[in-house]
């Protein structure tokens, strides 16, 4: 059975805030890109307008998670379940059955494959709201929203799904009043989404319980602006 619950994601931060640090700290070869407003007839999950920049490295927790990954596949390392499998050579046996499937299947299984794990609040693992996990942390002690969603892509990463194609996105859940994560996959040309708080894969177009604060992938960062929503352009998830 799904957990039931969201996870709380830290919002110190206002959007105004992000996007001049941003600026401000944008190295050689990044741009920070002011795009133009969605027409309202297209907007479903993300609000009208929208900043766009490569500069992933203001995000700390984002390349946070990709350094300790990096270093826990070094040779001997083993993060140990609970049933003392060990979560990379569970990881290892994910990556090929992914890589075994046609595109739309790939991104149904690990779906369901990574919604089967425990849901445990970052809080009663780590001590602390805003850890993000990596995929091996998240296999051997379980975690909250943002470690279904980066699991899930970096396990379609390895799998072959190209990183243009994918971003996990924080949102806002208009019908909680909550913060949330999840992960956009582009299949066919159409977006989709992948929730751990749902068993299907659904159409972008067909959630609309959710407004995107920003979304991430190695490419870049997106900050999106509701000025007709309360918590538009006030606050976003920490991400320092």
Known sequence: MLPRFFCRLVAPMALAVLVAACANTTPHGAQVEFMPPTPIAEQTMFPSQVVHSTNVGFFTRWTGVEARFAAQQQPGACATE?????????????????KSRPLADRVEYANEYLNAVRYVPA?????????????????????????????????????????????????????????????????????????NMTTTVDPIENVTRYRAYYAINNSGWWAYFDPTARFAGTQIAAVQ
């Not at 390895?158 to 299949?187: C, E, F, K, N, W």
């Open 82 to 98: 609970a049933d003392g499998t060990c979560a990379q050579v569970r990881w290892v046996a994910l990556i090929d059955d992914l």
């Open 123 to 195: 809080t009663e693992n780590w001590g602390s709201p805003g850890y993000w996990e990596t995929p091996f942390e998240f296999l051997a002690r379980g975690g909250q929203c943002q470690d279904y969603a980066i699991s899930k892509y970096l396990a379609l990463q390895a799998s072959g799904v190209p990183d243009s194609a994918m971003r996990v996105v924080v949102v806002h859940d208009r019908q909680t009043g909550q913060d949330h994560a999840i992960l956009s996959v582009t299949v066919d040309g159409r977006d989709l989404v992948l929730d």
